[in-house]
């Protein structure tokens, strides 16, 4: 996983004075490293009957379609609020700096699917808990969640630590 982390562009001070930035844009225009990330992310999860692969906006988005072609599932996108046409459900969550949501289609998942939750970064584990909460009050299971990377001093595992956490590059 070595060769993946040395494909992702570090930035300095951005979105603000004091962050470090993890670009992962670098990673996903080489072929081999947006394959070896999608293929990390997939092969933890074959074999383990997997109905819906559920994307969080907006890098969510990048992987989830892949991962969820690759376990023959369904994808679900999670997207900021009125972005969806139809019925939603929304679930709102704290940010260090304020409060955000995100809404789901209301008949996204059936009865007991089984739901893997997929996005591209594990920070303070609060818009993965949300998501998380959303696919249960629609009736889903979740299965798991996976991330290519986690901050892993911000301690993300804590607030989702009752399910299942995939991470394939941690930082």
């Known amino acids: ?24 844009t670098t990673l996903l225009k080489d072929p081999v490293g947006l394959h070896g990330a999608v293929d990390a992310l997939a092969n933890h999860y ?16 990048i992987f989830a379609p892949m991962v969820a072609y690759r376990l023959n599932a369904g994808f679900v996108p ?8 139809a019925e939603v ?7 260090e700096y304020g409060s955000d949501a995100l809404e789901m289609h209301r008949d996204a998942l059936e009865q007991g699917q089984r739901v893997l939750i997929i996005d591209d970064l594990l920070a303070t584990g609060g818009t993965a808990a949300a998501v998380a909460g ?9 299965a798991g969640l996976g ?9 993300g ?10 991470t394939v590059l941690k930082y």
Do not use: C, T, W
């Open 1 to 24: 996983m070595e060769n993946l982390k040395r494909m992702i562009r570090e930035v300095p001070d951005f979105p603000k004075p004091g962050i470090l930035f993890y670009d992962i």
């Open 46 to 61: 074959v074999g383990r009957q997997i109905d819906r692969v559920v994307g969080i906006e907006a890098r969510g988005f």
């Open 78 to 85: 999670v997207r900021k609020p009125h972005k969806l046409p």
């Open 89 to 95: 459900a929304r679930a709102s969550y704290h940010l």
């Open 134 to 142: 959303l696919v249960e009050k629609l009736g889903g299971r979740v």
């Open 147 to 155: 991330f290519l990377i986690e901050l892993e001093g911000l301690k």
């Open 157 to 166: 595992k804590e607030k989702i630590g009752q399910y299942e956490i995939h």
